[in-house]
């Protein structure tokens, strides 16, 4: 009985762990494939996780008292069972992994690439460059510049150019998914369609000085006709 309470235990434990770790709606289509990729290996990891602790309760269990214990028996059989099993899993993690690193959204340098730079065109181009400790936005269709606040349209797809004045810096949005290390003399390209309008954080990931802290900005997400407001007043005022 008491074997059985504490089963039942760790089966709500680990129930209530997955409920937790549930993502809430994802507010881009890169927050969208992270989130599913989660959760895809939390399914595998769940069961897995629940038949090692059962076991292992089970074993401490059946054997506690054994003052005569034997070596293990030989089972081929289910050693290539279990041997199976693992490489199963793993090709799954493999595949689902692949599948979300191909997405033009999480390695868009590579979809690039492979169609010879035309790939994203008719995307919203933002340069960002990265300096000791800041950021500048610079929309280059509308010549327009801004610091510290980068304000984008919702369910459109926007390009960044990264650069970065000086050392290696890392731009990083949480809540978009988007996370792409800036090196010196080269021109890094990150991608994300915003589906929530909203304001998120943007943060330096790397580690690059006294100010590294100190260094984040503000992203917005606005619907295409507050966007395209923002733009003409943003014009207007340059002007």
């Known amino acids: 009985m008491r074997l059985r309470r504490r089963v039942v235990q760790a089966g709500l ?6 409920l937790l770790a549930a993502p809430a709606a994802a507010q881009s289509v890169n927050r969208a494939a992270i989130d599913d990729l989660n959760e895809q290996l939390l399914y595998v990891a769940l069961p897995l996780t629940l038949f090692v602790e059962l076991t292992l309760v089970y074993v401490i269990y059946r ?40 997405n033009p959204y999480i390695t868009p340098a590579a979809a690039e690439a492979s ?25 280059t269709d509308v010549n327009v510049t801004t610091e510290e606040r980068l304000v984008i349209p919702a369910d459109e797809n926007v390009t ?53 802290s100190r260094m984040d900005a503000t992203v917005v997400v606005k619907n295409q006709s507050a966007y395209d407001t923002w733009v003409e007043n943003q014009t207007a005022t340059a002007g």
């Open 115 to 139: 169609a010879d730079g035309d790939a994203f065109a008719d995307d919203t181009e933002i340069d960002v460059l990265a300096y000791q400790w800041g950021w500048e936005f610079s929309y």
């Open 160 to 212: 960044f150019r990264l650069q970065t004045t000086d050392v290696i810096h890392a731009i990083y949005i949480p809540k978009l998914g988007v996370k792409q290390d800036i090196f010196p003399g080269r021109t890094m390209t990150a991608r994300t369609r915003a589906t929530e309008p909203g304001e998120y954080r943007l943060y330096c990931a790397e580690m690059c000085g006294a100010g590294h």
């Open 13 to 18: 434990v680990v129930v209530g762990l997955s």
């Open 63 to 102: 054997f506690r008292n054994n003052a005569d214990p034997k070596p293990t028996v030989d089972d081929p059989a289910l050693e290539v069972t279990w041997t199976a099993a693992t490489g199963a899993i793993l090709v799954f993690v493999g595949v689902s992994a692949f599948v979300v690193m191909a």
